[in-house]
C-alpha cells in the first residue's frame, strides 16, 4: 500500500502547489475536480459515536482522551437498536454512508464481533459502512470485510515529522501497519489528517505526500479543521489562516484527483462563505448531522439551505429528500 507511485510527489512539488495564486489553485483543484467527479454533486456522510470516551492514548486534539478533563464521559458500546435507529434515520435524511466510531486504542476480539453484527445490519439497510476502531490486529480486517464493511477510517493526521508533538502512545508505522492491513483484506481506506494543531505548511504538505504516494491512494480523504476542545492541550492553539484550509482541500483534490475529499470537522465554525470556497477547491463529501463524535456540526437544515444558495445536491439526486432532522450522532475531531 505504501510503495511509491511511478511518479510520486514530492514535498517541493506539494508546496509549489500551495505557494500558487489562490484564484490559480482553485481553478487547478475544480479543473481536475469535474475532470473525476460529478459537479455540483456532494457525497453525504452520517457519523454515530457507538462507544465513547476513555480512549488511554494522548492524542493532544481529542476529547475522548482518558487523560484529559474534557467532560466527556465515558460511555459502554451502544445497543444494537439504538445504532440501526440513528442509521435508518440517517438514511431517510438523505445520507449514503453511515459512519460508526468507537473510542478504542485497538478492539479486542470481542468488540470486533459486536461492531461486525452492526455492520451487517446497517449494509442490510442499503448504506455503505464505514467504521473506526483505533488499530486493528492479523485477521480484524477480514472479519470486518466479511461483515460487509466498505470503508475503514483511520488518519495519519499529520506529518511523520510533527507527529510526535501530538501524539506519543502509538508511532506513526502503528497507523501505516493498520492501514495495509485494511487494503490487504480488501476494504477501502478512509485517511486523512487534521490541519491547525500548529504545523507549518511543510508539514501539511508532508501529511499529502504522504497519502498521495499511497498506492493506491485512499478512496477518501477527510480533511479535519481543528476544533479547539478546552481542556485538550492544543485548545489554546491559534487558528490557521482559512485560506490555507481551503488550500489544503485544494492541493489533496489536485494529488488525488479520484479520491472523496470530505470536508470534515470544523465546519461549525465556518462560514457559509469559507465552505462555498472547500468545495470550488474540490471537496465532494460532508458529515451530515447535528453532532460529529463529540463535537457539533452544522445542522441539517442549514445544510439543505446552503446547497439549495450553491446549486448543489447529493451525488445520484437532484435535491435533499424531505425528512425530519436528523439525531444527534457524533464523532470526535477526526475520525482517529
Known sequence: MNTPVASPWKIKDVIALYELPLMDLLLQAQTVHRENHEANAVQLSSLLSIK??????????????????????????????????????????????????????????????????????????????????????PGQAEQLRGAGLDYYNHNLDTSPEFYGSIITTRCYQDRLDTLQRVRDAGIHVCCGGIVGMGESRRDRAGLVVQLANMSPYPESVPINNLVKVPGTPLAGEEDIDPFEFVRTIAVARITMPRAIVRLSAGREQMNDALQALCFMAGASSIFYGDQLLTTANPQVERDRRLFERLGLHPVGTDAFTEAAPLPASDESLALA
Not at 56 to 74: F, H, I, L, N, W
Not at 81 to 87: C, G, R
Not at 95 to 105: E, H, L, T
Not at 131 to 136: D, I, N, P, R, S
Open 52 to 137: 465513547t470516551g476513555a480512549c488511554p492514548e494522548d492524542c493532544a486534539y481529542c476529547p475522548q482522551s482518558s487523560r484529559y478533563d474534557t467532560g466527556v464521559e465515558k460511555e459502554a458500546l451502544l445497543p444494537v437498536d439504538d445504532v440501526l435507529a440513528a442509521a435508518r434515520k440517517a438514511k431517510d435524511n438523505g445520507a449514503q454512508r453511515f459512519c460508526m466510531g468507537a473510542a478504542w486504542r485497538s478492539p479486542t476480539a470481542r468488540q470486533v464481533d459486536a461492531v461486525a453484527e452492526l455492520v451487517s445490519a446497517v449494509k442490510a439497510m442499503g448504506l455503505e459502512t464505514c467504521v473506526t476502531l483505533g488499530m486493528l490486529k
